[in-house]
């Protein structure tokens, strides 16, 4: 809410305590996939101590994930695969032809629009570097095309194994990746008996049972405005937002997204604020996040709907204002409206460089209505964030594994607040449409 979420919509881990039930809980967090991972457990045994020799398994599950599917890594799974020009069968990991299978069935059940293969046209149209963003022809922009397709991908789950039908055809699954790692961390937890939890890596989270208290999990969902715009009451549930309020550029006055249509090879044209996404799992609550806001509003509802996906999208008008529109499913879900003052929601999300603590939350409910801790997120997303003049943490399309010159992200876009932007030039349009749209909004 990716997708966790982003400069217009985020999902923000909330708790409530009665300070005479106060229960204990442990926290870890750290660093993973150019992003932080926060891991809340209720009710801990106390064997499990601080927690250190928990937080080390859950390293070394993320570390596998990242040996597999991150494309910075060099020697990982899937930069071999990019690399190789042989359109024989290519070995992978179980759980890698597991992610890449997912991604081509929601390939397949969203008409397209989600696709993985895009590289060529992310380069295309400057995404991944420092070049002055302008509209490549459209000679270009076919020819990229020519390179892309999940058409020109086979997978098979036995034995494992990918297979490209072009030699210069390139996977990024930045969209499904990190929410397949919140999976892993998760089924981690359910085999060491920790069934109540809430895993966040960048902004994308799956909760576990209901807390020992009886009560569900809480997760907020930001307005684009700033606040919390509701708060969902869930378990066992994933959840991921993907969003462009911020995450955008401007030519000749068009606003564009860093999604791109892979139908087109144009990026999408005054995309949603932000949509929200929810599934049992996270991996396909992460991709779909993305599809969603290349579909747009009205056909995301509609796919949405027909493959049992709870929805919301929030939508900015051309007066600056903000509209929602969700589908039945999303409705249905246990929800409430969010009382600025609400003593009973606090915020658990966890500063930088946080060191990990087994609380009491009780101590912190005296803050609650006072401040909400601020995340940066490094790198691709992130959940717990300001309640105002923040990035929308979620799924990025593939952007935030694009390393550009400088051997970053094109300005960590998913997270990065546009005042830190390591891109000179995307920071100034960045800056410049801000302001257009925040004056436009006071002007309305």
């Known amino acids: 809410?990716?997708?966790?979420?982003?400069?217009?919509?985020?999902?923000?881990?909330?708790?409530?305590?009665?300070?005479?039930?106060?229960?204990?809980s442990l926290q870890l967090t750290g660093n993973t996939m150019g992003t932080y991972y926060s891991i809340v457990v209720d009710s801990p045994p106390q064997s499990l101590g601080d927690g250190s020799a928990l937080k080390a398994k859950v390293e070394s599950t993320l570390k596998e994930v990242n040996r597999q599917m991150s494309t910075w890594d060099e020697t990982s799974e899937i930069s071999r695969f990019n690399s190789s020009t042989s359109t024989d069968w290519f070995d992978v990991s179980g759980e890698f032809a597991m992610v890449v299978a997912e991604a081509r069935k929601i390939h397949e059940l969203s008409d397209g629009a989600f696709d993985p293969t895009l590289a060529p046209l992310i380069s295309l149209w400057g995404f991944g570097d420092r070049r002055d963003k302008q509209i490549p022809n459209q000679a270009a922009i076919e020819e990229a095309k020519q390179s892309t397709g999940m058409k020109h991908l086979e997978v098979r789950l036995t034995p494992?194994?990918?297979?490209?039908?072009?030699?210069?055809?390139?996977?990024?699954?930045?969209a499904i990746a990190k929410g397949y790692g919140v999976d892993a961390v998760g089924n981690l937890l359910d085999a060491e008996h920790l069934t109540s939890y809430v895993v966040d890596i960048g902004g994308e989270n799956r909760t576990g049972l209901a807390k020992s208290s009886g009560g569900a999990w809480k997760l907020g969902i930001e307005s684009p405005k700033g606040g919390l715009k509701r708060i969902l009451q869930l378990t066992e549930t994933s959840?991921?937002?993907?969003?462009?309020?911020?995450n955008?550029?401007?030519?000749?006055?068009?606003?564009?997204?860093?999604?791109?249509?892979?139908?087109?090879?144009?990026?999408?044209?005054?995309?949603?604020?932000?949509?929200?996404?929810?599934?049992?799992?996270?991996?396909?609550?992460?991709?779909?996040?993305?599809?969603?806001?290349?579909?747009?509003?009205e056909r995301g509802v509609e796919v949405a709907s027909k493959n049992g996906l709870p929805v919301l999208f929030q939508l900015i008008q051309s007066d600056g204002s903000f509209t929602e529109l969700s589908n039945e499913e999303f409705k249905a879900l246990p929800q409430t409206e969010v009382a600025e003052s609400d003593p009973d929601v606090t915020d658990t999300s966890p500063a930088p460089n946080v060191t990990d603590t087994k609380k009491n939350t009780a101590k912190w409910f005296p803050f609650a209505a006072a401040a909400v801790l601020f995340v940066l997120a490094i790198g691709g997303m992130a959940i717990g964030t300001m309640l105002q003049n923040k990035s929308i943490k979620g799924s990025c399309g593939g952007l935030a594994s694009m390393p550009g010159s400088d051997g970053k992200s094109i300005c960590e876009l998913c997270t990065i607040p546009k005042d830190q932007c390591t891109n000179a030039e995307l920071k100034e349009q960045m800056q410049a449409a801000a302001e257009k749209r925040e004056a436009s909004g006071q002007q309305a």
């Open 1 to 24: 809410m990716r997708t966790i979420f982003f400069p217009a919509a985020t999902l923000v881990l909330l708790a409530t305590t009665a300070v005479a039930t106060a229960t204990e």
């Open 160 to 174: 494992p194994a990918l297979k490209k039908a072009i030699p210069t055809l390139q996977i990024n699954l930045s």
């Open 239 to 246: 959840v991921a937002t993907s969003g462009d309020y911020r």
């Open 248 to 297: 955008f550029f401007e030519i000749d006055g068009v606003t564009y997204s860093h999604a791109i249509d892979p139908t087109t090879g144009w990026p999408v044209k005054n995309p949603p604020a932000s949509v929200t996404v929810t599934h049992k799992s996270c991996m396909t609550a992460d991709a779909w996040a993305t599809t969603m806001m290349i579909l747009g509003a």
